[in-house]
């Protein structure tokens, strides 16, 4: 039921890694902004080593950590930085900082790996994919996989965006993610518009594989869980040996599953140190 009254238009909480984000990215084009007036030549230079080139990122590992901080004009930036305020800041919230960063950070890392892999790869011999002598650069490719796991986390809330559409968040998603594509693809940035769409599936990936408390939370409980598997079949070995040792001693002992004495005097084997 549509609702008649008053429709409160505020913005996200401004804290957390969100905050921290946001302040990167506008610190960045401030820096390149003045930098560029003073020292235009060196200011191009630094961009071009930060930017995500394909033919360089091989050579030039950073780049694909430090593409998304490097900006792209200051209307992007901006409605950029909005659009992070407002999913980036929900998914935290909802997911918590480590999650988020998890999310963002393997996104944008990854997806531009792979981004330069298909660049490198098919785009040398069908270009139309990824050209490898293009660039990617800029907030939005990220921005774009937040909004993809925005709208699958929360497919059917409806929700207002940048205070102007108001439909579904699965609709909002596909629609914006579609117009950015066909604007890179009209604009000749192809291999940003590949770099988008690697950073979505990375993004759908993680939300998919990932835990809900983390991947590294994921992952040392993975790790620990082994290590705790193995040194119970440790323990349950050196009990056999135990067992086989008393035997030829003439005496029995018995031993559970998970390799405990289980006294003679035991009335519960589950009470036991």
């Known amino acids: 039921m549509r609702s008649n009254g008053p429709t409160l238009l505020a913005l996200p909480p401004f804290r957390g890694l969100t905050r921290k984000l946001i302040l990167s990215a506008a610190i960045s084009f401030v820096f390149f902004l003045i930098f560029g007036l003073v020292y235009r030549g060196l200011a191009e230079t630094i961009v071009g080593l930060l930017i995500l080139v394909p033919s360089e990122a091989p050579k030039l590992i950073w780049q694909f950590a430090t593409w998304p901080f490097v900006p792209d004009g200051f209307l992007n930036v901006l409605f950029a930085l909005l659009s992070l305020w407002y999913f980036g800041s929900a998914l ?56 993809v796991v925005f709208g699958r986390l929360h497919a059917n809330e409806t929700l207002t965006f940048d205070f102007i559409f108001r439909a579904r968040a699965k609709y909002i998603a596909a629609i914006f993610l579609l117009i950015y ?81 289980i006294g003679l005097d035991d009335d519960d084997p589950d009470d036991r140190v």
């Open 92 to 147: 935290e919230e909802e997911r918590g900082t480590r999650w988020f960063g998890e999310l963002f950070f393997v996104a944008s890392i990854a997806g531009a790996f792979l981004a330069t892999l298909i660049s490198l790869t098919v785009g040398r011999y069908l270009p139309i994919i990824g050209p490898y002598d293009q660039y990617s650069n800029g907030m939005w490719p990220i921005v774009m996989a937040l909004l």
């Open 181 to 261: 594509l066909v604007v890179d693809w009209f604009t000749g940035r192809r291999f940003d518009a590949l770099n988008t769409i690697c950073n979505c599936f990375v993004a759908w990936a993680f939300v998919q594989l990932a835990p809900r408390s983390g991947l590294r939370h994921g992952v040392s409980e993975s790790w620990f869980g082994l290590r705790n598997r193995y040194y119970r079949a440790k323990r349950r070995r050196a009990a056999k040996k135990f067992q086989v040792y008393m035997r030829k001693q003439g005496k029995d002992v018995n031993i559970d599953a998970s390799g405990r004495y």
